[in-house]
C-alpha cells in the first residue's frame, strides 16, 4: 500500500504531513494512518508537540469522493478527530488550501490552526444535502460562536483566511513557510499554559429569536439539509458535547442515505466528469485570448458580457453602426447591473468596458482566436456572416455558432478549414446561465473540441457534449415536457395545478409560466416556418394562444391574464373558451402524479437522445436540465429521478 503520510522530527515538534493526492482526501488508509501517528508521537517523550500539514496543493479538502457511496468504515472520522483532540500532545493543524468538511473538522480537533494567507475553511457538506458527520456542527460553535457557525455550516460556502482569524476559527495566518512558523507557533505555544480543548470551550446559547431568523433565512424549498444543519448547531448548544455528537451522528447517516443526498452526490459526480471528458485526455486546447461575437442583440450581449467577465478582450460585430451602438450599450447595462449589485467594482466596469470594441466591419475580427456568431436565427443570414468569417479571420481561429435549432452542418457547409467550426450554444441570459451545450459537427477538430471545453471552463460554465438533432439535448427535452404538460391540459387538469405542482417539484416556475414569461411567439414562429416548408405540424395549444394575440406577458396575456405592471398570473376564462374544443375530460391528478407525468415524459425524450447517441450519457442530460433549465438539483435531474 503507498503511504499516505510522513512523520518527521524537527527539534520538539514532530511534523506529520498527509500525501494523498489530488485532494489529501480523508481515504480510510488516511484516517487508519492518523489514529496511528497519534498513538506513535503519545509515545515518543521527545515530542512536545505535533504539526499536521499536507503536500501538494491543498490541506485535507474532505472525505474521499470515491467512498462517498459505501458505507462508513473504520476509524470512523469522528473517532479519529477526537484521537487528535484527547492527543497527549497538542496538534497544530497548518492550512493551506482549503481545509473542508472533513479535513476542517480534523483542524477543529487540532488545538491550533495556524492558515496561508490564501488557505479558506469551510463545512461545504450541506451543498451535498448532508449535515458534517464529524464535529463541524459541534465543535465549530464551541470554537468561535454560534453566529459563526451558522454562517460557516448553513451555506456551504468556505471563508478566506482573513475572515477565518476575525471571526476566530484560525489562530494565525503565516505570511511566510507556513509549515515552518507553524513549527514555530508550536515551541512557543508548548512553553505557555494550553488553551482548553475545542470540546471543553464554553458556547453561550442564543434566544428564540436568533434560531426564527435563522431558520428563515436556511429554508430553501425541498432541501432539508440546510435546516438541518441550523437544528443540529443549536442542539450542540442546548446540550453536553457527548450528546450533541451522537445527534449530529445519526443525523449525518439519517440524511446520508436520504434521496435528496443521492441526487446531491449524482449531480456532483456528473458535474466533475462532465468538466473533463475521458475522451479529451492528453489533447491540448488551443490558446484562447481574443474573442470575436457577431451579433449584439440578447445573445451576442450576454456572450460577450461572459467574455470579458473571463478576461477576454472581445470585438462585437453589428449589421450598422446604430445595432453596434445599441450592443454596447446592452452590454454597458449588463456590467453596470453588476456593480449595483456589488459583483463588480466601477473600476472594474470601466476596466472591461476598455477591453470591448464595436463595429461593423468584419476585418476587425483578423486577430480573434475565437469567433462566437449569435445573429438572427436564419440559414441564410448564418451561411452569409461565416463566408465573410472564412475571408477575415486566421485559418486556425475557431468559429462557432449559437444557433438554437438550425443545423451546424448546414451552416459550415461551404466554409474553409471547417476542421475548426463548432456550435457553442449558450442559454439566456448567457452571462448567468451556466450550462454550455456544445456540438462538433463531423469536421471539427479533436483541439478545437478540447478548446470549447477549456472555454468553459474558463467561462465558469458547465459544458455537455451534444450531438445534432432538432434542439439538440436541452430544447428537444423542453418541447417534449411542454407537449406533455399540454396533453395534461387536454385531458382537463387545470393549467395551474400543472405550474403548481412543478413549483412544489422544484421549478421555479411551473411549465406555462414560464412560457408567458419568455412568450410563446417564438416556438410558434418555429412551427410555422416547419408548417411553411410542409411539415406536418400539429395545432398545438400555444398555437391557438398566439392566433388569439396571447404571446405571453408581454402582451397582457399568454396563458394566464396579467394586470398591467404586475406579473402575478391570474387564471383567464379566455383562455378556457379558446381551448374549449381541445379539452377532453376532467382528469383529476395529485401534485405527485403531475410530476411524475411530465419528469416521466422528460426522461423518455432522454431515453431517445441517449439511443441515437445524441448525448453520451444519462448524467449529461440531467446536468442540461439543471444548468439549462432549473431542474431541481437536490432531484438530481430527470434521468437520475425516474430511475426511482
Ligand atoms: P436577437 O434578435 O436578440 O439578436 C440578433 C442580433 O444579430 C441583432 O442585434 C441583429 O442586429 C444582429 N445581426 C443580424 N444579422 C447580422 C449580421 N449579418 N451581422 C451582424 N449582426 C447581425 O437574437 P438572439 O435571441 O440574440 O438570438 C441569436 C442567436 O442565438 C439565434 O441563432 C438564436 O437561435 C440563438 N439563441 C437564442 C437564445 C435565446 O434565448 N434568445 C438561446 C440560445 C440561442
Redesign the pocket.
Known amino acids: 500500500m503507498k503511504t499516505v503520510m510522513t512523520i518527521e522530527h524537527r527539534g520538539a515538534i514532530a511534523v506529520v504531513t498527509i500525501d494523498n493526492p489530488p485532494v489529501n482526501a480523508l481515504s480510510n488508509a488516511v484516517r487508519g494512518a492518523l489514529v496511528e501517528a497519534v498513538e506513535t508521537l503519545d509515545a515518543d517523550d521527545a515530542v512536545k508537540a505535533v504539526v499536521i500539514a499536507c503536500a501538494g496543493r491543498t490541506f485535507i479538502a474532505g472525505a474521499d469522493v470515491r467512498e462517498f457511496n459505501l458505507p462508513p468504515q473504520e476509524p470512523l472520522l469522528p473517532d479519529v478527530v477526537a484521537a487528535i483532540e484527547d492527543a497527549k500532545k497538542p496538534w497544530v493543524a497548518a492550512i493551506h488550501g482549503s481545509a473542508l468538511g472533513g479535513g476542517f473538522e480534523v483542524a477543529l480537533g487540532c488545538r491550533f490552526r495556524i492558515a496561508d494567507a490564501k488557505a479558506s475553511v469551510g463545512l461545504p457538506e450541506v451543498t451535498l444535502g448532508l449535515i458534517p458527520g464529524a464535529s463541524g456542527t459541534v465543535r465549530t460553535p464551541r470554537l468561535a460562536g454560534v453566529e459563526t457557525a451558522v454562517k460557516l455550516a448553513v451555506s456551504g460556502r468556505p471563508m478566506k483566511a482573513k475572515a477565518a482569524l476575525e471571526a476566530g476559527l484560525v489562530d494565525a495566518i503565516a505570511d511566510g513557510d507556513l509549515v515552518e512558523e507553524a513549527v514555530v507557533f508550536a515551541e512557543q505555544a508548548v512553553e505557555k499554559p494550553l488553551p482548553p480543548k475545542t470540546r471543553e470551550r464554553p458556547v453561550t446559547a442564543l434566544a428564540e429569536d436568533f434560531w426564527a431568523a435563522a431558520e428563515k433565512d436556511a429554508a430553501k424549498p425541498g432541501y432539508r439539509a440546510p435546516l438541518e444543519v441550523l437544528a443540529s448547531i443549536r442542539f450542540a448548544v442546548e446540550n453536553p458535547f457527548d450528546a450533541a455528537m451522537e445527534h449530529e451522528r445519526k443525523i449525518f447517516l439519517e440524511l446520508r442515505a436520504s434521496k435528496e443526498a443521492a441526487a446531491l452526490r449524482h449531480v456532483f459526480f456528473a458535474e466533475r466528469a462532465a468538466a473533463r471528458p475521458e475522451s479529451l485526455k492528453g489533447i491540448e486546447p488551443l490558446a484562447i485570448s481574443a474573442v470575436g461575437v457577431?451579433?449584439?442583440?440578447?445573445?451576442?450581449?450576454?456572450i460577450a458580457v461572459a467574455a470579458l467577465n473571463a478576461g477576454f478582450s472581445v470585438t462585437l460585430?453589428?449589421?450598422?453602426e446604430e445595432?453596434v451602438a445599441?450592443?454596447i450599450r446592452t452590454i454597458d447595462g449588463i456590467l453596470a447591473g453588476s456593480v449595483k449589485r456589488g459583483k463588480l467594482t466601477e473600476a472594474g466596469r470601466v476596466e472591461l468596458m476598455a477591453s470591448l470594441g464595436g463595429t461593423?466591419e468584419y476585418r476587425a475580427l483578423g486577430d480573434c482566436d475565437l469567433v462566437i456568431?449569435?445573429?438572427?436565427?436564419?440559414i441564410s443570414?448564418?451561411r452569409?456572416?461565416f463566408e465573410k468569417l472564412g475571408q477575415v479571420c486566421r485559418a486556425d481561429a475557431v468559429l462557432a455558432?449559437?444557433?438554437?435549432?438550425?443545423d451546424p452542418r448546414l451552416i459550415a457547409e461551404g466554409l474553409a478549414n471547417p476542421e475548426r467550426f463548432i456550435g457553442l450554444?449558450?442559454?439566456?441570459p448567457?452571462h448567468v446561465m451556466k450550462l454550455l451545450e456544445i456540438v462538433p459537427v463531423p469536421q471539427t477538430s479533436g483541439a478545437v473540441l478540447a478548446t470549447a471545453f477549456a472555454l468553459a471552463k474558463t467561462l465558469g460554465k458547465m459544458p455537455v457534449r451534444a450531438g445534432i438533432c432538432e434542439g439538440f439535448i436541452g430544447n428537444r427535452i423542453l418541447k417534449r415536457y411542454r407537449a406533455a404538460a399540454e396533453e395534461l391540459v387536454e385531458q382537463g387538469v387545470a393549467i395551474a395545478d400543472i405550474d403548481a405542482a412543478m413549483r412544489g417539484y422544484g421549478f421555479k416556475m411551473g411549465p406555462f409560466e414560464a412560457q408567458d414569461l419568455?412568450g410563446l411567439d417564438?416556438a410558434f414562429l418555429q412551427r410555422e416556418g416547419a408548417r411553411a416548408t410542409g411539415e406536418a405540424v400539429p395545432e398545438t395549444l400555444g398555437d391557438i394562444l398566439v392566433r388569439a394575440g396571447r404571446k405571453g406577458q408581454k402582451t397582457g396575456g399568454g396563458w394566464y391574464d396579467y394586470e398591467p405592471g404586475n406579473r402575478k398570473p391570474i387564471v383567464s376564462e379566455q383562455v378556457t373558451d379558446l381551448l374549449r374544443d381541445r379539452i377532453d375530460g376532467d382528469t383529476s391528478l395529485t401534485a405527485e402524479e403531475i410530476a411524475e407525468r411530465l419528469v416521466g415524459a422528460m426522461a423518455d425524450e432522454g431515453r431517445a437522445i441517449l439511443a441515437e447517441g445524441i448525448a453520451e450519457k444519462p448524467a449529461d442530460i440531467d446536468l442540461v436540465e439543471i444548468h439549462g433549465y432549473g431542474f431541481p438539483r437536490h432531484k438530481g435531474g430527470p434521468m437520475f429521478a425516474s430511475e426511482g
Not at 457577431?294 to 450576454?302: E, F, K, V
Not at 456568431?373 to 436564419?378: G, H, I, N, P, T
Not at 455558432?401 to 438550425?406: A, D, K
Not at 450554444?425 to 439566456?428: A, E, G, K, Q, V
Open positions: 457577431i451579433g449584439g442583440g440578447t445573445m451576442g450581449a450576454g460585430i453589428e449589421r450598422d445595432a445599441r450592443g461593423t456568431e449569435a445573429v438572427f436565427e436564419e443570414v448564418k452569409a456572416v455558432t449559437n444557433t438554437s435549432y438550425l450554444h449558450f442559454f439566456s448567457a419568455g417564438i
